[in-house]
């Protein structure tokens, strides 16, 4: 039998490689194009799934593109592309799901739901699977001790402020709870501003690795052979075409978190679905491409970069995403409140201080890992089972 010309070798050679490197896009673009298909033929099931499909396709690839951008940035403002990236994605699936608040007074509590996941599944399953996975192959990483105090703090200090609203629900009127969240809302702002330049000016060395890990990393990349140069197309394009890239696929994201939020919230309703299960599952489509990127940089001995990953977008959760939010849902007529439940508030101060014990000595194995691991199963469990 004759062997193949080479010149077909190489195309079906290039063809896969193709298909490799932008599998993503492509089935983003196809089940994409699926969800507004089976919405206008009033398949809602078959909508949701495609949508739902296509919007974790197309947050791998922001992740991958704010990715090229950290690594040409160096820390902290690497990683607040990533989790930037991230929690935009996070705030369009919840805006959406707010607007169906006119209709559905559950769509706010699944919002709810959702803010308070969204921390909960960076915080355990983010950074309990990365430091899981590199535990395993490295006895012990080590990372800058300052980073997860100062996180941990401002986490606790915005967990605190979320208390005043869901007491004030107990005792005073819509009104009254109303004006104690737009308040509530602006001291979070106001205290993220401050975050930000204490992060990116005053005291950024507390958010960069410690020179233990640095020379560890150089070393192993030392000792490696050089890569053969990239053909992604992200990584030929210079930054401010990577951030034009990034802010065309949000909006493509957006588009298809409407259709999921007008599908996806009946289809809730009708099954029976907890609120606080509706929001988790929204927080984990949210999260998913941010949980690659962890891994991948827990693999490469970056458990600095996993850090700053999942504490510095639970500080973008609670402290951007609270306001944006409540503004979004104010312009559109809505009144989003701060009360969330003693459960949502509760799982959320003890996975800070679940995070503040496994990570204080500078130093994670892949027990704690698990045990950020097994707090989330427990979450998860109750946010099935709680209504």
Known sequence: MDSQPPSQIKHVSNTLHFLSEYSDIIIGTIFGALAFYFHLSHSPYLSVISAAIAIGAFSITVAEIAEILAERLEEPYASFVLTFSAVAVEIILLFMIVKEGVHNPAALETVKGGIISAVIVD?????????????????????????????????????????????????????TLFTASVMIAIVLLVFYIAIFIFQTRTHSHFFKATAKSRL??????????????????????????????????????????????????????????????????????????????????????????????????STVSIMLTVPILMGLAYVNGIHLTLDFNAFQVGALILTIILAWKTTDDGETNYFEGISHLMFFVGYAIIATLYH
Do not use: W
Request: no cysteine; net charge negative; aromatic share 8%.
């Open 123 to 175: 915080m355990n399953v983010l950074l309990g699977l990365a430091v899981f996975i590199g535990g395993l192959s490295y006895k012990e990483q080590e990372h800058n001790e300052d980073t997860s105090s100062t996180y941990t703090t401002i986490l606790l200090v915005a967990s605190s402020a979320l208390l005043v609203p869901s007491i004030l629900n107990y005792t005073e009127d819509t009104a």
């Open 216 to 313: 560890f990393r150089l070393k192993k990349r030392l000792g490696e052979e050089e890569e053969e140069e990239e053909n992604y197309l992200f990584d030929r394009l210079n930054n401010i075409g990577n951030f034009i890239a990034i802010f065309v696929f949000i909006f493509v994201i957006g588009l298809l978190a409407e259709l999921f939020a007008t599908d996806g919230m009946p289809i809730a309703r009708e099954m029976g679905i907890s609120t606080g299960l509706a929001g988790l599952i929204i927080a984990i489509i949210a999260v998913a491409p941010e949980i690659m990127t962890a891994n991948k940089a827990a693999r490469d001995d970056e458990i600095q970069r996993v850090i700053n990953i999942a504490m510095g977008a």
